[in-house]
């Protein structure tokens, strides 16, 4: 069993900014890709950002510039850095996880969510 617990989620103003950490645990044999979507209300999922292992990152164009992605492998935990922050961030920030885990086929997981809401 596999699970991702986030944190660091909030209520900001415009401008502000907001530091999310999800750490996974359980029995892993390896994670392969760790990272964050979210889910604004009446909207589809979207990625916001993620990060390989080997450290390729990818980010969604309207995070660019604003929002740093990285992973700490030894702890199995991606953090989300999140600076100037708009009121069209607010959404529900899901954290989510490749991953191969002992005795089980490779499959992503996915974090209870954290609410991120940006006042104007």
């Known amino acids: 069993q596999v699970q991702l617990v986030e944190s660091g989620g909030g209520l900001v103003q415009d401008g502000g900014s907001l530091r999310l950490s999800c750490a996974a645990s359980?029995?892993?044999?390896?994670?392969?890709?760790m990272g964050w979507y979210r889910q604004a209300a009446g909207k589809q999922r979207e990625l916001v950002a993620d990060?390989?292992?080997?450290?390729?990152?990818n980010y969604a164009d309207s995070v660019k510039g604003r929002f740093t992605i990285s992973r700490d492998n030894a702890k199995n935990t991606v953090y989300l850095q999140m600076n100037s922050l708009k009121p069209e961030d607010t959404a529900v920030y899901y954290c989510?996880?490749?991953?191969?885990?002992?005795?089980?086929?490779?499959?992503?997981?996915w974090g209870q969510g954290t609410q991120v809401t940006v006042s104007s």
């Open positions: 989510a996880a490749d991953v191969l885990p002992y005795g089980a086929p490779r499959k992503y997981y």
């Open positions: 359980g029995s892993i044999v390896s994670i392969v890709t």
């Open positions: 990060i390989a292992g080997s450290g390729i990152i």
